[in-house]
T-cell receptor, first 114, second 115 residues
Framework: QQQVKQSPQSLIVQKGGISIINCAYE??????FPWYQQFPGKGPALLIA?????SEKKEGRFTISFNKSAKQFSLHIMDSQPGDSATYFCAASPQHFGNEKLTFGTGTRLTIIP | DSGVTQTPKHLITATGQRVTLRCSPRSGDLSVYWYQQSLDQGLQFLIQYYNGEERAKGNILERFSAQQFPDLHSELNLSSLELGDSALYFC??????????????FGPGTRLLVL
């Protein structure tokens, strides 16, 4: 059962534009939502993460928006650059000890074109 | 560089065979996680160890097993291999084994091809 649904599967954005990737979850026990960035031939690396006590978190050009009632969260990349071309995974986990496992979305391949 | 090392980088084997993948966590991290990444399934959590003990299990097949040794390195054993086991296998580590509270650091992966 896919508990974290991610869209789109692939995305092409012009340099300088805004890239938006969306995720939706079903499990109401999820309360930690990280985004991972993966370059070809590398392992995923944490980009930014949010907990549900805030609706938005910004780190540089990267922003997570979180809508608890809709059970949705999204990654916005402002002023997208060719170096941002990578695969992005959203993920979710409960924080309750003994039940913590990261469930990943299926990934979005982002390509930034000049 | 995450500090997590995995060997081998690539592995080619035949159906029915058995292979062992090895992972060394970041210095100081007590927990190790194994993930399988395939094109159609994305990143799937397999199993987690903390300080030598199994802590959480995901979608790990019975043909697969893992362990974490006293020096904290971990091995993932895959047996009776099938074509569908071809995938990237990632190891990750974290300090205290709380994936809902801390960052996981991923290694570069082992690419397994079963022919």
């Amino acid at each position: 059962q896919q508990q974290v649904k991610q869209s789109p599967q692939s995305l092409i954005v012009q340099k300088g534009g805004i890239s938006i990737i969306n995720c939706a979850y079903e499990n109401t026990a999820f309360d930690y939502f990280p985004w991972y960035q993966q370059f070809p031939g590398k392992g995923p690396a944490l980009l930014i993460a949010i907990r549900p006590d805030v609706s938005e978190k910004k780190e540089g050009r990267f922003t997570i928006s979180f809508n608890k009632s809709a059970k949705q969260f999204s990654l916005h990349i402002m002023d997208s650059q060719p170096g941002d071309s990578a695969t992005y995974f959203c993920a979710a986990s409960p924080q309750h000890f003994g039940n913590e496992k990261l469930t990943f979305g299926t990934g979005t391949r982002l390509t930034i074109i000049p | 560089d995450s500090g997590v090392t995995q060997t081998p980088k690539h592995l080619i084997t035949a159906t029915g065979q058995r292979v062992t993948l090895r992972c060394s966590p970041r210095s100081g991290d007590l927990s190790v996680y194994w993930y399988q990444q395939s094109l159609d399934q994305g990143l799937q959590f397999l199993i987690q160890y903390y300080n030598g003990e199994e802590r959480a299990k995901g979608n790990i097949l019975e043909r697969f097993s893992a362990q974490q040794f006293p020096d904290l390195h971990s091995e993932l054993n895959l047996s009776s291999l099938e074509l569908g086991d071809s995938a990237l296998y990632f190891c990750a580590s974290s300090p205290s084994g709380r994936p809902g509270r801390e960052t996981q650091y991923f290694g570069p992966g082992t690419r397994l091809l079963v022919l």
